[in-house]
């Protein structure tokens, strides 16, 4: 196997491929400490952290994550409510950051002296509808050929293995949010649960990373950029956007990271081209509003990495063939679960009065009705992984 990408994606691929006696090497072009020093989201769904577990990646994730039952809405004057995840689904979520998750994979295949080549440039997927795939590269100055029997783009969305899809094949789906969200990391005890706040002055975030560490969010213009906001500013406008008891309770401190990131969702059908698999961010973005990111990036990991052991252990190229409709499947779940909780909890530039009423319904709705509780519960949770046919 060639896997292009070494994000979470591409290097859960190579792990629990290699549990399988499967070979892989990884083509990552960044520097490792490149990629280890980006943040992303960290909420865990059940399942994923259960394909961590089941693929001895669950020690520290364990020891140093922290399980939720559910997540907390608050919502400008009003009485908050909570999405209690545990009671409806039986479950809880672990808010693990994907940092950390990125840092035990690496530790995970330098154990098994994993062939992890970063720097990795110019990096092509060749012939991919043919039975002979290959991927040429340069590294260290010399160029290369890799000969596999597939090829996975793991490259997320900036990638080349989309590309590789004729356009006359791939169909994409795309919708781009008029707002960004501005995060900051800090090293101060954050609340107790997870918090979205809907709120005249924008959309807020609570959340964390360790008893020591907190991540908090805020939607801002997109054309905004973070020199405009000294963590003084920041910290008064989150404050802002939270009810008075909240507000009391954050503790502030300096930031150690900020940035900002637009919003946006994609998806690229089908997942696969011949010989070419796609899996997490290379073949769909979703905004974080719900934190599905890194969770797609390991369903279709896991649906990829069960497909590729039925064709190496029975000869089965059934589930290499579903691979796509199924990954599909949960991706659009999660794609439609993030779109509606961001339509939920924004405040869009040019909101008609119509729109902001039936916003503020919705939002009562969710926060009155069991049913409306429980769906959203599910969803949060993520929905569970399909069985092989
Ligand atoms: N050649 C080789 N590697 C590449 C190329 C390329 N042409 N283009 C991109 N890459 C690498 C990137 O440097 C990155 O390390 O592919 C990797 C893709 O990783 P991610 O973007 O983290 O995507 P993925 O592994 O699918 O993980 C999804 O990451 O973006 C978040 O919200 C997302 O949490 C989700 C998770
Ligand atoms: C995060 O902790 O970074 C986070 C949590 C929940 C989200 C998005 C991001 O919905």
Redesign the pocket.
């Known amino acids: 196997m060639a896997i292009i990408g070494g994000g979470p994606a591409g290097m859960l691929l190579s792990e629990i491929l290699h549990r399988a006696g499967i070979e892989s090497v990884v083509l990552e072009q960044r520097s490792r400490a490149y990629v280890l020093s980006r943040i992303?989201?960290?909420?865990l769904e059940p399942g994923t952290v259960e394909v961590l577990r089941q693929n001895g990646l669950g020690e520290r994730m364990d020891r140093e994550g922290h399980a939720h039952d559910g997540m907390r809405i608050v919502w400008a004057g009003r009485a908050s409510f909570f999405i209690d995840v545990k009671k409806h689904v039986g479950k809880r979520f672990m808010?693990y950051g994907q940092t950390n998750i990125q840092e035990d994979l690496f530790a995970a295949a330098d154990r098994r002296k994993a062939v992890v080549l970063d720097e990795a440039e110019d990096v092509r997927p060749v012939d991919v509808a043919s039975d002979k795939p290959h991927v040429t590269f340069r590294h260290r100055g010399a160029s290369m050929r890799l000969d596999c029997d597939f090829i996975a783009g793991c490259d997320g969305f900036h990638g080349v293995s989309r590309r590789a899809i004729p356009p006359a094949v791939l169909r994409e789906y795309e919708k781009v949010y008029p707002f960004g969200w501005l995060?900051i990391l800090s090293e101060t005890p954050p609340l107790p649960e997870?918090v979205?706040a809907n709120h005249p002055r924008g959309f807020a975030?609570a959340?964390?990373?360790s008893p020591t560490l907190s991540?908090y969010?805020i939607q801002v213009p997109l054309e905004d950029n973070t020199g405009n906001w000294p963590d003084e500013r920041f910290w008064t406008e989150l404050k802002a956007r939270y009810p008075r008891e909240l507000a009391d309770a954050i503790v502030t401190g300096p930031s150690i990271e900020k940035s900002i990131a637009p919003l946006r969702s994609y998806v690229a059908e089908p997942m696969r081209h011949g010989r070419l698999f796609l899996a997490g961010d290379a073949a769909h973005i979703v905004p974080?509003?719900?934190?599905k990111g890194l969770n797609l990036a390991v369903s279709d990991v896991f649906y990829l990495s069960r497909a590729l052991e039925a064709f190496y252990g029975r000869g089965s190229s059934a589930l290499l063939d579903g691979y796509s409709d199924m990954a599909l499947r949960r991706v659009w779940n999660s794609v439609r679960i993030s779109w509606w909780l961001t339509n939920l909890l924004h405040r869009f530039p040019g909101m008609s009065e119509f729109d902001q009423r039936a916003q503020e319904f919705e939002l009562q709705y969710v926060s009155s009705s069991h049913h409306a509780e429980a769906a959203l519960a599910e969803q949060y949770a993520g929905m569970p992984f399909e069985e092989a046919a």
Do not use: D, Q
């Open positions: 992303r989201a960290g909420v808010a995060g997870i979205y975030l959340s964390m990373r991540r969010y974080p509003t719900g934190a």
